[in-house]
């Protein structure tokens, strides 16, 4: 299991979340600000998330963990198109991986989420 991951207590489910999560906010923030100075800050905190989660990457979803890897690289580079896309491969197979991960009750498959409910 990951370092961060054995301090703080998590499950790796919910690193892995963790890691999605993040991907979710950088992936928007490549889109509509590419230039701006936070960037980097979200793109290093990334890269710190992904490098403590190395071996539970190569053990889970290695597809994921090449995605992240080579977004990583061309996001170094400027090449933020490329970036996005790379970001996203990563983003969906994780979201697979948890999605369909055993700890997942097959009843909720059916359920509304409390979100999505409309208001009274």
């Not at 690289?73 to 948890?98: D, K, M």
């Amino acid at each position: 299991m990951n370092a961060p991951a054995r301090r703080s207590g998590a499950t790796p489910r919910s690193s892995l979340s963790l890691l999605r999560d993040q991907l979710h906010v950088v992936v928007p923030a490549l889109t509509v600000g590419e230039g701006h100075p936070r960037m980097g800050q979200l793109l290093a905190q990334l890269r710190t998330t992904a490098a403590g989660m190395t071996d539970l990457l190569a053990a889970a979803e290695p597809a994921a963990r090449a995605a992240i890897d080579a977004g990583l690289e061309h996001a170094a580079a400027g090449e933020y198109n490329e970036s996005r896309t790379e970001f996203l491969t990563a983003y969906r197979r994780l979201s697979i991986l948890l999605h369909d991960h055993p700890d997942r009750r097959s009843s909720a498959v059916g359920e509304s989420t409390q979100r999505w409910r409309p208001l009274r």
